[in-house]
T-cell receptor, first 113, second 113 residues
Framework: EPEVTQTPSHQVTQMGQEVILRCVPISNHLYFYWYRQILGQKVEFLVS????????KSEIFDDQFSVERPDGSNFTLKIRSTKLEDSAMYFC???????????FGPGTRLTVL | GENVEQHPSTLSVQEGDSAVIKCTYS??????FPWYKQELGKRPQLIID?????GEKKDQRIAVTLNKTAKHFSLHITETQPEDSAVYFC????????????FGAGTILRVKS
């Protein structure tokens, strides 16, 4: 069964540094999402992406965040200047039909020191 | 925007007993309600979902019920097993607008053997 994959599994960075989190969605999916989960808390929506543009973004997704689909398979989340409060698990998700049946990747644990 | 409340936050049941987790949503336009299971350190996995044109859906030991009038939906797990122990998240969305999933805070289910 196809799965969403993410790299790296764990990223440690210094405050102020840029990080890029990578995702490979399921190949026939058209809708892509990033969510984050601070330890012990609920999953929070960051951004959705469809047809090579952002569909929706949350208040968390400020100017420090950007997403890109640089080729036909990868979907990336960039944080330009990381803050301590960006420490969280970041999940990529993809689906064929919008919010229906979103499949999540294994996550990237981002630790900002 | 949509807000999803989930109860209880923790639930302990004896193996073989049933477990019920309840969620309420605020936006009457929401029409898609998935449930995700997240084991410790793993990705959220879709276990069942329901759209607002049906009141109940069942898949083996798990079922979801939806009351649109009251704006609440519930997950029912029968004959619980130790491997059902996990965090369960409900979510809500609007299909037509390719909308994000809004998650509840999660329920830690412990099945004691």
């Amino acid at each position: 069964e196809p799965e969403v994959t993410q790299t790296p599994s764990h990223q440690v960075t210094q405050m102020g540094q840029e990080v890029i989190l990578r995702c490979v969605p399921i190949s026939n999916h058209l809708y892509f999402y990033w969510y984050r989960q601070i330890l012990g808390q609920k999953v929070e929506f960051l951004v959705s992406f469809y047809n090579n543009e952002i569909s929706e973004k949350s208040e968390i997704f400020d100017d420090q965040f950007s997403v890109e689909r640089p080729d036909g398979s990868n979907f990336t989340l960039k944080i330009r200047s990381t803050k301590l409060e960006d420490s969280a698990m970041y999940f990529c998700a993809s689906s064929e039909h919008g919010p229906l049946k979103q499949f999540f990747g294994p996550g990237t644990r981002l630790t900002v020191l | 925007g949509e807000n999803v409340e989930q109860h209880p936050s923790t639930l302990s049941v004896q193996e073989g007993d049933s477990a019920v987790i309840k969620c309420t949503y605020s936006d009457s336009a929401s029409n898609y309600f998935p449930w995700y299971k997240q084991e410790l350190g793993k990705r959220p996995q879709l276990i069942i979902d329901i759209r607002s044109n049906v009141g109940e859906k069942k898949d083996q030991r798990i079922a979801v019920t939806l009351n649109k009038t009251a704006k609440h939906f519930s997950l029912h797990i029968t004959e619980t097993q130790p491997e059902d122990s996990a965090v369960y998240f409900c979510a809500a969305s609007m299909v037509e607008y390719r909308n994000k999933l809004v998650f509840g805070a999660g329920t830690i289910l412990r099945v004691k053997s």
